[in-house]
């Protein structure tokens, strides 16, 4: 007995044939290309929708257009990077472009073979999300497609660039724990080695806006830094660290409400309450730092916003890639919660 056949795709002939229009006509429709009526128009997209029609990503990308966008996120254990996530595809949604995501796995090999396999692929642009790729390499890749770095500061002339003020959000951050009375204010950050690299990353720029902060408000002497890694583990190991101090903290500045996870573990552990014996505060405002029994203190730094920036620039840089590069820098704000109060005595 033979096996079944497999279903054959709907093809534009086949549209054509059930809108009883020519397939040049169906091809005006699907490039959006002038000639069409809109009577016409209106009888190609019945058809499409009743066939089920979808065009094949080889055969556009042979007409010079492939309508995706390749999206790199560092790490999608994050909980920050999905709501970047969303305000790509929400940008997206009334036009013809989707979004195909790679993750970069924050390292400089994995994250070139991704962006390596979307090129490959024919993505129309790219957005790179917090990358670990030197400029040279980042400006490598926006020479051959239209590219959208976010979360990295510095300019470029070849590729768009959306950040957080960084700095600024720092500053709410100790600002804020300042006024509770705190002086022993610690902060976690994310350990950065490459020079080429390491004053455009947002995590330098928060550890920069904490040391500044903390000299501005006269605890220039008070300044503490651990140095681990953006992941729970990271912020962990760096509130076991300051839990081993002589002069332990009384608040703590996570670099990332993931890292705040971490450090809460940790005083968990240690018998320590929030916000009773340590403060603590992280930086994304991400989902869960709402979530009742956690409550988390934390820098808003609209993630769907940054999306939705980057989604925008590189849809206009498709359309022109002769334009001036643009520099999108969003103002961050501080959402107090539960974890952040008055020292004890």
Not at 216 to 239: H, P, R
Not at 292 to 308: F, N
Request: charged letters at 20%; one cysteine or more; hydrophobic letters at 40%.
């Amino acid at each position: 007995m033979e096996p079944p056949a497999s279903p054959r795709r709907v093809t534009i002939v086949d549209v054509a044939r059930h809108a009883q229009v020519s397939t040049t006509a169906v091809s005006k429709v699907l490039r959006n290309a002038y000639g069409a009526s809109p009577e016409m128009r209106a009888k190609v997209r019945r058809a499409i929708d009743e066939l089920g029609y979808r065009p094949l990503a080889a055969a556009r990308a042979l007409r010079g257009q492939t309508y995706t966008i390749g999206v790199m996120l560092p790490d999608i254990r994050n909980p920050f990077f999905p709501e970047i996530l969303d305000g790509i595809t929400g940008c997206l949604t009334d036009t013809e472009y989707q979004v195909l995501l790679g993750p970069g796995c924050n390292g400089e090999k994995e994250e070139a073979r991704v962006i390596e396999a979307m090129i490959d692929r024919g993505m129309d642009g790219l957005v790179l999300v917090a990358p670990v790729s030197s400029r040279t390499r980042l400006e490598d890749v926006a020479s051959v497609v239209p590219t959208v770095v976010v979360g990295r500061h510095g300019h470029s002339p070849v590729y768009d660039t959306v950040a957080d003020d960084d700095v600024a959000g720092a500053a709410l951050v100790v600002g804020h724990l300042a006024e509770l009375g705190h002086r022993r204010i610690a902060h976690i950050e994310h350990h950065e080695t490459d020079p080429t690299r390491i004053a455009e990353m947002p995590n330098t720029q928060r550890a920069d806006g904490y040391r500044q902060a903390m000299r501005n408000l006269g605890l220039a002497e008070e300044i503490d830094v651990v140095s681990t890694s953006y992941t729970q583990q990271g912020g962990y190991d760096g509130m076991q660290e300051l839990l081993a101090r002589p002069r332990q903290p009384t608040a703590v500045f996570a670099g990332a409400d993931i890292v705040a996870m971490g450090v809460l573990d940790a005083l968990t552990e240690a018998g320590l309450s929030v916000p009773g014996d340590v403060s603590v505060a992280g930086y994304d405002n991400t989902t869960f730092a709402a979530f009742g029994p956690i409550s988390l203190t934390s820098v808003d730094q609209a993630g769907h916003e940054l999306g939705r920036n980057a989604a925008r620039l590189v849809l206009e840089r498709i359309a022109d890639r002769g334009k001036p590069p643009v520099q999108v820098k969003l103002s961050p704000s501080l959402v107090t919660r539960r974890t952040t109060a008055a020292p004890s005595a």
